[in-house]
């Protein structure tokens, strides 16, 4: 995903800022967790942005705050706790529109923040990289099974086909389809035990 935006957008002003803000913003969106982008993204990130003149300190501005963006996107849990716990106390909450209440506000954050990346870029940074459309090609359709997530999770929501629980739990099998399947990265028999095992304990530890 890093190299996706960062071939679309890495060759204009305040680029590696912009591609922060997507990356962040749609990895926590998937992951639920700020504090999980933040550590997973930071150490490929921190030195993307170092490169391009960005001092230490708004470098790590960007990374905290962009990676909170995506709690309002579904279909982060954050979200779907906070209807299922307001509708436990009496106050019954729609988790559909929940979602939908969040997609404008977090539009416009990331807009705001990728905006605030580009007036705080370096220009000479963004003209010692040329857009290279053989490689945005190329990196896109490298990834396309990645980009495939937010059209599974947002068909399946919004199609009416299932509730945003669901939806949740299809896009999450996806995910694992592919890195089982497909990347193998995930072993049926060492891997995916322990991660149910640790799935498991989280459920737990929630309810």
């Known amino acids: 995903m890093i190299r996706v935006f ?13 591609v922060t803000t997507f990356v962040c913003a749609l990895f926590t969106a998937f992951t639920g967790a700020s504090g999980v982008t933040i550590l997973a993204l930071g150490g490929l ?4 942005l170092l490169v391009a003149h960005y001092s230490e300190r708004d470098a ?13 996107f579904p279909p982060c849990l954050p979200l779907i706790l ?5 509708t436990t106390i009496g106050t019954e909450i729609s988790i559909g529109k929940m979602f939908l209440g969040g997609i404008i506000p977090g539009i416009l954050l990331m807009v705001l923040t990728a905006w605030w990346g580009i007036r705080a870029g370096s220009r000479g ?8 459309a053989k490689e945005a090609r190329r990196a896109v ?6 980009l495939l997530i937010p059209v599974v999770a947002l068909v399946s929501l919004f199609s009416g086909l ?18 089982t399947f497909v990347y193998r990265d995930l072993k049926l028999v060492k891997d995916v ?12 530890a929630c309810c």
């Open 45 to 48: 990130l921190m030195p993307v």
């Open 125 to 132: 940074a963004a003209a010692a990289v040329r857009f290279d």
């Open 6 to 18: 960062q071939a679309l957008f890495g060759h204009v002003r305040g680029g590696p800022a912009i």
């Open 162 to 179: 299932a509730t945003p629980v669901e939806a949740s739990a299809v896009t999450a099998l996806y995910a694992f389809a592919v890195e």
């Open 82 to 86: 906070y209807a299922v716990v307001a």
């Open 193 to 204: 035990p322990r991660v149910m095992g640790e799935c498991g304990l989280l459920v737990a």
């Open 60 to 72: 790590l501005g960007l990374l905290t705050s962009a990676g909170s963006l995506g709690l309002l």
């Open 141 to 146: 359709w490298e990834a396309k099974l990645e």
